[in-house]
C-alpha cells in the first residue's frame, strides 16, 4: 500500500537504513537524530529552519526615514540570501523592518559593511504584524520591552547583540538609527544631555559610559550610518538538536490544514524548548529581593533556569521557565514530534529540587518558587507530567528515585477530599483563569485521573525487573487511592446541572442556582478525560455536544475566564471529546480554533499562541497590553499529541511503548490520514484511508465502502489494534506481535440508522502480501491500489467530500468584565 518505506521485498521491510543508524534503539533521547526518522513529503510542513544558526529575513516590511536599499528587486530579501548582492544603508532618523517566514527565537547579528560616526542600532522585536515598531513586545508588567541599544562603534564585519539578549520569540525585527539632537535644554551640559538621551531611550548592550566617549567628541554634528549586507539570527532553541527538522515523528492526511495545525504544535514546543542559562530574568519581579536597578521594561535571557542542556518551558518569548501546568499538553507533544526527553526530564527535576517541605510542589521553577508560590492544579499537573514522562521514555530507574517525593506530593492533594468527596482547593492560583478555589470541579478531576495514574506508576515500579530494582520503594495505600477514586466520582454529582447538560464550577457563587453560576469549560473537559463515567452514561456525550454548542466563529470559549479563547483549556476539550467518542467534534475544533490561530490577523501563520479575545482579537485578556500575549506557547499544542493519539490512535500503554494500542478514528473530515513516531524501542505507525470495493475493470463495479489500516510496530512490543468508534472491550479486538505488519479493512454497513450502520459493521484481515510498499514517498500515496479476493480492488474513494464546516457568529467582548480580569502583577509574590 502507501505506508511505508520504498523496498523490492516484504520481506527486507520497513525503516533498514535506519535501523543500520540508530542500532537497538531507534532514537537515544541522549542523542537525538540528525535526520527525519521518517522521510517524506510531509517534510514540507516543518516549520523549523535548515540552518538554526543562520536564519535570514524573508523580506522588507516597512522602511521609513533615511534608509536606502541597493541590489533589491521590489525591497524583497530572498530568505537564505547571503545579500552578496546588495546592502542596507541607515542613515539618522532611518528605521527599516523585516519581516522572518516563521516565528523565530535567538541571537540577531549583521555583517556591517560601512559606518559613519560610530552608530547606535536600536533593535525592537515583536511576534505580531500588529505591533511592530520602535517598542518590543512586552515580557514583563510594563507596557513594553525595551528596544535594544547596539553599539556598532567603528567595527565592521560580523557585530551580535550580547548572548544574554538572546530573543525567545519574534517574527519581525525592526532597526533604526535615532536623530542626534541640535538643540539642548539652555542649562544643561552636554554631558549631562547625552546620558539622559542614552538612558531613557532603551535598554544597553554596551555600557553607557562607553557610547559616551564618542558621542562626546562630535555631538552635535554627528551624523551616524550604518551600511548592512545581512542581517541573521543564531537560533539557540531546541538545543538539544543540531537538525531541528530531524523529526522523530510526523502526520500527514488528506486535510492541508490539520497538516499546518500539527506541525505548527511541534514547532511551538521546539522554540519552547531553550538552553537552561537562557532562561526569563523576571527583572520587575525580582527587583526587591536582587536590588536590580535595570529601568522599567529591561529583559534579560540570562538566568539559569534548570540543569542539563535543554529544558521545556511554558514558552518562547515569555516565561521561559519551568511552568508544571504546560506538561500536561507539552510532554506527549514533544515525545511524538522530536522526542527531545531529555529536556523534558530536567524541567521535572527543578520542579522536584524545589519541593517544599510540607509536599507541595512550586508553582513554577526559578526564578519563581522562592516565595512559596502554590497551585492546587500545577502541582497535580507536575504528577500528570511524571506519568507521561515515564510512559513515554520507559525511564523506570528516574520514577524510583523520585518516588519518596511523588508520594508526599500527592498525598497534599488527597488531604483535600473532605467531606464533600470533592478536593477543596485553597490556592487561587491557576492559568489565570477566574474563580479557582473551594470545591472545585477542574481541581477535583485532575485529581481522580492522577489517583489511577499514580496507581498504575505503582505498577510500573512493581514490573521493574531491571538490575537497578532492587532497592525497596515505598508502598503507598493503593486501596485508599481507590476508595478516593469512587468517592470523588459520587462527589462530582453534586456539580451536574441537568438545565445546562454540563458540571457547574463549583459548590458556591458558581453553582448551578448560584448568583455567579458558571459552566467551566477546563472542569467539563476534565471530567470526561477522568474517566469518571461508567460505558452506560450518557453524560459524556452530553458534555461534549453541549460544548460544541457553545463555539463560535474562532473556536471554544472558556466562560470560567470571561473573554477569553484559550488554547490550554481547549486542549482539554479535544481530548474529552475523543473520551466520549465524538471524535468528530475534536478534529472540528481543531480545524475552526487552531486555524484560527494559524491564519488570524496578527498570528505567526507557523506557532500557536497562548489565548486570544473571543472577538478574534490576538489580545489575550489576561494582561491589558496585548503584545504580552506569547505566540509560541507549549499549551497550545495540544493538536500535536491528539492527532496522534486520539485519531491515528497509537497510545502507549506500558512504559517505552513494550505495549501499546492503535485505535483509528478518521473522522468525517478526513479522507485518509498516516503518521507515526519512534521511541527507544522502535517506531510506530499507522496508515488508513476510506476505499471502495471494485471488481471490475471500470467504476460501474465499484459496491461497498469500507476504511483499511495497515499498522506497524516494534520488535519486542506487544501490540492490539482496534477502531477508535468502536467499545474498546466490546468491539474488534486484534493482538500485534511486535515487528509485524498488519492489515485490516472494516466494512461499513448501508442499512439500518446510523447506529444500525455502526452495529453491522464488520471487519477481516488483509494479506500483507497484497499490500504494495512502493509509494511511501509519494504525493499521491493514498492512492495506492490494495488487491482483493476473487479479483477484486480496494481503491481510494474518491467519492468522499470533506464537510463544509458550520457557520458561526463572533464572541462579544465584556470590555467592563475585561478590565477586572487582569492577571495580577508578578510582584504579588512580596
Known amino acids: 500500500m502507501w505506508l511505508f518505506t520504498p523496498l523490492k521485498s516484504l520481506v527486507a521491510i520497513l525503516f533498514i537504513p535506519l535501523a543500520a543508524t540508530f542500532n537497538a534503539a531507534f532514537v537515544d533521547p541522549h542523542k537525538l537524530p540528525v535526520e527525519p526518522v521518517f522521510p517524506g513529503p510531509w517534510d514540507d510542513y516543518i516549520k523549523a529552519p535548515v540552518n538554526k544558526s543562520f536564519i535570514t529575513p524573508a523580506r522588507i516590511w516597512q522602511i521609513e526615514g533615511n534608509v536606502t536599499t541597493t541590489g533589491y528587486n521590489d525591497l524583497a530579501l530572498q530568505n537564505g540570501n547571503s545579500m552578496e548582492d546588495g546592502s542596507i544603508l541607515i542613515g539618522e532618523g532611518g528605521l527599516i523592518t523585516v519581516e522572518f517566514d516563521e516565528n523565530i527565537s535567538g541571537r540577531v547579528c549583521f555583517d556591517v559593511e560601512s ?146 495545525i500539527w506541525y505548527a504544535g511541534a514547532y511551538t514546543l521546539q522554540l519552547s524548548t531553550i538552553n537552561p542559562k537562557e532562561g526569563s530574568a523576571l527583572i520587575s519581579a525580582n527587583r526587591y529581593l536582587d536590588h536590580n536597578t535595570s529601568p522599567p521594561g529591561s529583559w534579560y535571557s540570562n538566568f539559569t533556569v534548570s540543569q542539563g542542556t535543554a529544558v521545556t518551558t511554558d514558552g518562547a518569548k515569555r516565561d521561559r521557565l519551568v511552568w508544571p501546568g504546560d506538561m500536561y499538553i507539552a510532554i506527549p507533544g514533544i515525545a511524538v514530534s522530536t522526542y527531545d526527553m531529555l529536556a523534558v526530564r530536567n524541567a521535572l527535576d527543578v520542579i522536584y529540587e524545589r519541593q517544599y517541605a510540607d509536599g507541595r510542589l512550586p508553582y513554577a521553577g526559578p526564578p519563581l518558587s522562592y516565595h512559596d508560590e502554590f497551585s492546587d492544579t500545577y502541582h497535580l499537573h507536575a504528577l500528570l507530567g511524571t506519568y507521561d514522562y515515564v510512559l513515554y521514555s520507559g525511564d523506570i530507574a528516574w520514577l524510583r528515585q523520585k518516588w519518596p517525593a511523588y508520594i508526599r506530593a500527592l498525598r497534599v492533594s488527597t488531604l483535600k477530599v473532605d467531606s464533600k468527596d470533592l478536593m477543596h482547593v485553597t490556592s487561587t492560583y491557576d492559568w489565570n483563569r477566574h474563580g479557582m478555589g473551594g470545591h472545585n470541579i477542574e481541581a477535583t478531576a485532575i485529581l481522580h485521573l492522577v489517583l489511577k495514574r499514580s496507581i498504575d506508576l505503582f505498577g510500573f515500579l512493581n514490573d521493574d525487573t531491571t538490575p537497578d530494582s532492587s532497592g525497596a520503594i515505598e508502598a503507598p495505600d493503593v486501596a485508599l487511592w481507590f476508595n478516593l477514586r469512587q468517592r470523588i466520582e459520587n462527589g462530582i454529582k453534586s456539580l451536574y446541572c441537568y438545565e445546562t447538560g454540563l458540571y457547574s464550577d463549583n459548590l458556591g457563587e458558581r453553582h448551578c442556582f448560584g448568583p455567579d453560576h458558571v459552566d467551566p469549560q477546563d472542569g467539563n473537559s476534565w471530567a470526561l478525560i477522568a474517566g469518571m463515567h461508567n460505558r452506560s452514561s450518557q453524560i459524556p456525550l452530553s458534555v461534549s455536544q453541549q460544548l460544541r454548542a457553545r463555539w463560535n466563529a474562532f473556536g471554544a470559549p472558556a466562560p470560567e475566564f470571561p473573554n477569553v479563547m484559550s488554547p490550554f483549556a481547549s486542549s482539554f476539550e479535544l481530548q474529552a471529546h475523543c473520551e466520549a467518542g465524538n471524535h468528530d467534534a475534536a478534529v472540528e475544533l481543531m480545524l475552526l480554533m487552531w486555524g484560527y490561530l494559524l491564519s488570524g490577523p496578527g498570528f505567526t501563520n507557523s506557532t500557536l499562541a497562548e489565548g486570544f479575545r473571543v472577538d478574534g482579537h490576538v489580545h489575550y485578556p489576561a494582561y491589558p497590553v496585548p503584545s504580552r500575549n506569547s505566540h509560541a506557547h507549549g499549551w497550545a499544542a495540544g493538536p500535536t499529541s491528539v492527532l496522534m493519539s486520539c485519531i491515528l490512535g497509537i497510545e502507549f500503554r506500558k512504559p517505552g511503548g513494550v505495549e501499546y494500542s492503535v485505535r483509528p478514528a478518521l473522522t468525517r473530515w478526513l479522507g485518509w490520514a498516516r503518521g507515526g513516531f519512534a521511541a527507544e524501542i522502535g517506531y510506530f505507525e499507522i496508515g488508513v484511508k476510506r476505499i471502495l470495493l471494485e471488481t471490475s475493470g471500470n467504476s460501474t463495479g465499484r459496491r461497498e465502502r469500507g476504511t483499511v489500516a495497515i499498522v506497524r510496530g516494534p520488535e519486542g512490543a506487544k501490540g492490539l489494534f482496534g477502531w477508535g468508534d468502536e467499545d474498546e472491550d466490546e468491539g474488534f479486538r486484534q493482538d500485534i506481535v511486535g515487528g509485524e505488519m498488519r492489515a485490516w479493512v472494516r466494512w461499513e454497513s448501508s442499512d439500518g440508522d446510523e447506529e444500525e450502520k455502526r452495529t453491522n459493521m464488520r471487519t477481516e484481515e488483509l494479506d500483507v502480501k497484497d499490500v504494495n510498499c512502493s509509494k511511501r514517498d509519494d504525493e499521491m500515496c493514498f492512492e495506492e491500489m490494495i488487491p482483493y479476493r476473487d479479483g477484486g480492488m480496494l481503491v481510494y474513494d474518491y467519492t468522499y467530500e470533506e464537510p463544509i464546516m458550520e457557520k458561526r457568529g463572533p464572541g462579544v467582548v465584556d470590555f467592563e468584565a475585561l478590565a477586572e480580569g487582569y492577571a495580577k502583577s508578578l510582584q504579588w509574590m512580596r
Open 115 to 260: 559606518v559613519t560616526d560610530e552608530p547606535v542600532l536600536h533593535l525592537a522585536y515583536s511576534e505580531s504584524s500588529l505591533f511592530v515598531g520602535e517598542q518590543t513586545d512586552a515580557t514583563n508588567d510594563e507596557k513594553w520591552d525595551l528596544p535594544l541599544d547596539l553599539h556598532v562603534g567603528n567595527r565592521t564585519g560580523f557585530v551580535c547583540v550580547d548572548p544574554e539578549f538572546i530573543r525567545g520569540g519574534f517574527k519581525y525585527l525592526t532597526v533604526y538609527v535615532d536623530v542626534i539632537p541640535v538643540h539642548r535644554k539652555p542649562n544643561a551640559s552636554r554631558r549631562e544631555y547625552i546620558v539622559a538621551a542614552l538612558t531613557s531611550a532603551a535598554q544597553k548592550v554596551l555600557g553607557v559610559g562607553d557610547q559616551m566617549s564618542a558621542l562626546d567628541d562630535k555631538w552635535p554634528h554627528s551624523k551616524p550610518s550604518v551600511g548592512i549586507r545581512q542581517i541573521w539570527v543564531n537560533c539557540t532553541s531546541f538545543p538539544s538538536q543540531s537538525n531541528g527538522r530531524a523529526y522523530s515523528g510526523y502526520f500527514y492526511s488528506s486535510s492541508t490544514l490539520l497538516n499546518r
